[in-house]
């Protein structure tokens, strides 16, 4: 005996959140008729409590497309659908921070709901945090980047401390930074940790004790420095290029230096941490890089006349 329409199908679990019937042409199809009385129940007056109702502000059917507005509740969201073919709820989303959701239809109807999500799961720590150079006002850091759970909110920064107190906010792609308020032959100890989107904070990471010099007044200019390096035992190699940035492993500009091993870049900024690398190169192309060395040019005011 075939399953009547109601044993064949059962409405979704009642959980909180929006929903709406979506058809993908028409309502002409007849086993959905109990469907959309369920959706009718489901759609109103259900909200998490403490929180105001997420309110689907439109729905819009664009080339096989839908696009869903919504308002209230409290971010992050997800977006879920139920089909007849599916029998239960699916995410169609990652963590939304916003009142947008753009998605395929769904077969001739579907039950879609935006749900406020949680992510109590903190990122991993991350990891490596270093000293990379030193002046007597100046501290360059740098640390590896870490990631946040597959099914949390995303990392969204990283916090530096510094004597247990924040220093500072990165944005989540930044894995340095330049300390420029130290105090001469003072010690700080630093760790950083990592925040997610919805606000979670990882552990620290291990500190690394950093002891500042004492400022001694440099000669010559600000906006240079000189370079020598041992040439490659490869008979091969007929020169080098010098590269060189303001982030670590992020060379920004190069020369080629022939078959030279010293080398004066200049145009450097004061106050301003560079990192250098040099490459070997050879009728068949270039090396990899070098260990990269790290500078912080002096202040202005640290020069000697």
Partial sequence: MRPSQTERFHPPPRLRGRLLF??????????????????????????????????????????????????GGQPPYRVQVYTEGLGRWLDLSDFIF??????????????FRVRSAEDNQAPAPPGDLKLVAARCHTAALSWLATEDDDAGSGLRAYHLYRN???????????????DRTAEPETQYDYTVTAVDRVGNESAASPSVTVTTPTCVAASGSTSEIRLVWDGSEDS??????????????????????????????????????????????????????????????????????
Avoid: M
Wanted: with cysteine; charged share 15%.
């Fill in 22 to 71: 979506v058809p993908r042409w028409s309502f002409s199809h007849s086993p959905l008729v109990q469907l959309v009385l369920v959706v009718l129940l489901l759609a109103f007056g259900h909200s998490a409590r403490g929180q105001s109702s997420i309110l689907i502000r439109s729905l819009a059917f664009e080339r096989g497309w839908v696009t869903l507005n919504w308002e």
């Fill in 98 to 111: 916003g009142g947008r959701f753009d998605c395929p239809t769904f077969g001739d109807a579907a039950l």
């Fill in 164 to 178: 247990g107190s924040l220093l500072a906010e990165l944005p989540a792609d930044e894995t340095f930074f330049l």
């Fill in 236 to 305: 091969r190699v007929s020169g080098y290029v010098v590269h060189w940035g303001v982030r670590p492993g992020e060379y920004l500009w190069a020369t080629d230096n022939l078959d030279s091993t010293s080398i004066t870049v200049g145009g450097l900024e004061p106050c301003t941490a560079y990192f250098f690398a040099v490459r070997a190169y050879d009728d068949e192309g270039e090396s990899g890089y070098s260990q990269e060395i790290a500078h912080i040019t002096p202040e202005v005011s640290q020069i000697s006349p």
